[in-house]
């Protein structure tokens, strides 16, 4: 190879001295020895370590990485070593001379070393990165206190919902019940030459009668009593409501004759199956809805298909989609996710997966059919067929 001229050499020296990052070359032979044959003046300042002293003892380097990372550290290098491709590395190091602990970025390409068989040589700049990773770990801290934070309201909401509905099946009930009671008995006394009377009392009956049907209505949509029942009662509840409404088919399966799960899960898992039946009325102009309840080892997964229209990935991603956002927020307050796919032959598949621990959810084993194969697999769900 021919030597680079002196002008270029000049030139590509003093970019690398004004390079806001250290640049090196670091080698790793076949008996295990590591080696920086070239690192820049960056070094000080990235590492608190002249260059010649990290190239004079480079195990120095490993020992700056912070314990937690170090094998993250060796494992991309060996992976980068074992198919000589890139390595990019990120990890916080500890700069005794300052005190204080950097987040680095390291990417370096390999090349064999002809000299020596097992050898590999790299090529990298290391960069101080941890004013933005410590904006990273902001936002990421901030985004968990907000779903904290709505997991919370909703919790709040639900305890209010359940506060009126019971304020409004018990007081306005019993009193229009009462009401009911006394318009009877006054009706049995009317005089039998007033027909209008009756007439006038018929009327108010029929309307009490509306009222109650009305309370009725509203106390199950603050929150539905079949969940007292347990989540399969008030799932095959909904479906037949949902049935009679919109006429469109259903269907329900699940794996477990009944499902104990944690009160606040059931209402969640619940709301979540709500919102996904409304957007299937309103959007998907579907004839038949094919849900499935499984329960496995580690998750409970809820799957409901349809074969409507599907949701174009433009809809999924509008700025007022706040049901869709809903239903995601609500299954990641669980702990567990979301997705939404194509049915076969058309239609939408929303699979809602949550990872529960055994306080949360048990099989009634007295009374469950044996499960399906598949079922015992803690990462396995089997999928809704289309419908």
């Not at 018990?170 to 009317?190: P, V, Y």
């Not at 998750?299 to 949701?311: K, P, Q, R, S, Y």
């Not at 299954?331 to 055994?358: C, E, N």
Request: charge should be negative.
């Amino acid at each position: 190879m021919s030597p680079v001229p002196p002008t270029i050499a000049h030139a590509m020296k003093a970019f690398v001295s004004n390079t806001p990052a250290l640049v090196y070359q670091f080698e790793l032979h076949a008996d295990g020895r590591v080696a920086f044959p070239y690192v820049s003046d960056g070094c000080a300042a990235l590492l608190g370590l002249s260059a010649a002293e990290l190239q004079a003892e480079p195990q120095r380097f490993i020992d700056l990485i912070v314990p937690e990372d170090r094998k993250s550290y060796l494992d991309a290098m060996h992976a980068s070593a074992a198919s000589l491709s890139g390595w990019n590395w990120e990890g916080r190091v500890w700069i005794h001379e300052y005190k204080d602990q950097k987040w680095i970025n390291l990417r370096s390409s390999p090349r064999p070393m002809p000299e020596q068989a097992g050898g590999v040589h790299w090529e990298g700049v290391m960069t101080n990165i941890t004013a933005s990773k410590l904006e990273q770990l902001e936002v990421t801290r901030s985004r968990a206190r907000l779903a904290e934070l709505a997991a919370h309201m909703e919790h709040v909401k639900e305890q209010e919902r359940t506060r009126i509905a019971r304020e409004i099946h018990d007081d306005l009930g019993g009193n229009l019940t009462a009401i009911k009671m006394a318009l009877m008995m006054l009706t049995q006394r009317l005089p039998p030459d007033q027909p209008q009377l009756a007439e006038r009392a018929a009327y108010v009956d029929s309307l009490v009668d509306r009222t109650i049907d009305a309370v009725h209505r509203i106390s199950l949509d603050l929150r539905p009593s079949m969940l007292d029942f347990g989540i399969n009662a008030a799932l095959e509840w909904q479906i037949k409501e949902f049935e009679k409404q919109n006429g469109i088919a259903c269907s329900f399966s699940c794996t477990e004759k009944e499902i104990d799960l944690h009160l606040d899960h059931a209402t969640a898992l619940f709301r979540i199956f709500q919102e996904a039946l409304t957007n299937i009325a309103k959007h998907a102009h579907a004839s038949r809805v094919a849900v499935r309840l499984q329960l496995l080892r580690q998750h409970i997964v809820l799957t409901i298909a349809d074969n409507g229209a599907g949701i174009a990935q433009a809809d999924r991603q509008k700025p007022q989609s706040f049901g869709l956002r809903g239903m995601s927020e609500r299954a990641q307050a669980l702990g567990g996710t979301m997705t939404l796919a194509h049915a076969p032959g058309g239609g939408t598949v929303v699979t809602i997966k949550i990872r529960l621990s055994s306080a949360k959810a048990t099989i009634m084993a007295s009374e469950s059919p044996a499960a399906p194969a598949g079922d015992n697999d803690p990462d396995h769900v089997s999928e809704a067929e289309a419908p």
